[in-house]
């Protein structure tokens, strides 16, 4: 259960979120039930599947295209007139282009290749210099993100989601680096497959159950990851308990990822 009073007074938003089968959604809700007042983003396309989610969660909610830099600055700017500072930014934009997994990687054209690195990867970059100017107002200001096992090791059908997840570890910690002396720490957690909508149209229903199975008979404690892990860990890394600890990878995998055999 999450501490209700772990996250009282802060605000922050959640970059990402595109329906109740996902990381973004459940990060929301772990961040209210601990106090937050969260704002979460989203794709235009998502409008009537995250409005009502946004309600129930009382959560206030922003509509924005990353290709596009200048919603992104007109989007953290109408977030600094509703409250002035951000205590936390949760990144876990991914975007795959229809067919682009199909393909073998020596065939990804450079527009594919392009779009995947700009969602992923640069969006975060391209948020921290918007909402920096909020983060610093805060005491405690946090930037987090969502790494994957196919960042560091091969996964079918995943070639350009893995390079940029690999991307994006690079990015965690040259951010962490530079926004350091600032105070804002910046870190990120890698967790083992969840039953996900993008799970699910990555590798297909059935093998991703196959595939949370035979993690779970490797991991340390035997049990597959679920949301409620990755969640709580998130909000640990958002909150002002999280001191000192930048540039850093959170593996929520039950320990799979320490294992040999």
């Given amino acids: 259960?999450?501490?209700?009073?772990?996250?009282?007074?802060?605000?922050?938003?959640?970059?990402?979120?595109?329906?109740?089968?996902?990381?973004?959604?459940?990060?929301?809700?772990?961040?209210r039930a601990a106090g937050a007042e969260v704002t979460v983003a989203h794709r235009e396309a998502r409008r009537e599947v995250v409005t009502p989610l946004a309600s129930a969660l009382g959560c206030e909610r922003i509509e924005l295209d990353f290709r596009?830099?200048?919603a992104v600055a007109h989007a953290f700017g109408e977030l600094g007139r509703r409250h002035e500072r951000l205590d936390f930014l949760l990144h876990t934009l991914v975007h795959v282009p229809d067919g682009v997994l199909e393909k073998p990687v020596t065939e990804l054209s450079a527009p594919e290749f392009a779009?995947?690195?700009?969602?992923?990867?640069?969006?975060?970059?391209?948020?921290?210099?918007?909402?920096?100017?909020?983060?610093?107002?805060s005491d405690a200001p946090r930037v987090v993100t969502l790494l994957s096992p196919g960042g560091d090791r091969a996964v079918p059908h995943y070639h350009a989601v893995g390079i940029m997840k690999g991307a994006l570890a690079a990015a965690v910690r040259y951010l962490a680096l530079e926004l350091g002396p600032l105070g804002v720490l910046c870190n990120a957690v890698s967790f083992s497959i969840v039953d996900t909508d993008a799970a699910r149209r990555v590798i297909g229903e059935e093998l991703t159950h196959k595939t949370r199975a035979a993690l779970a008979k490797r991991a340390f404690t035997r049990r597959a990851?679920?949301?409620?892990?990755?969640?709580?860990?998130?909000?640990?890394?958002?909150?002002?308990?999280?001191?000192?600890?930048?540039?850093?990878?959170?593996?929520?995998?039950?320990?799979f990822s320490r294992g040999y055999l």
């Fill in 1 to 31: 259960m999450t501490h209700p009073q772990l996250l009282a007074s802060r605000r922050g938003v959640v970059l990402g979120v595109s329906g109740e089968n996902g990381v973004g959604f459940h990060a929301a809700r772990a961040f």
């Fill in 68 to 70: 596009d830099e200048r």
């Fill in 115 to 137: 779009e995947v690195l700009e969602i992923g990867v640069r969006s975060l970059l391209v948020a921290c210099r918007y909402a920096l100017p909020l983060l610093r107002r």
């Fill in 225 to 255: 990851t679920d949301y409620d892990d990755v969640a709580r860990s998130l909000t640990y890394l958002v909150s002002p308990l999280a001191t000192n600890v930048t540039g850093e990878t959170l593996h929520v995998d039950g320990g």
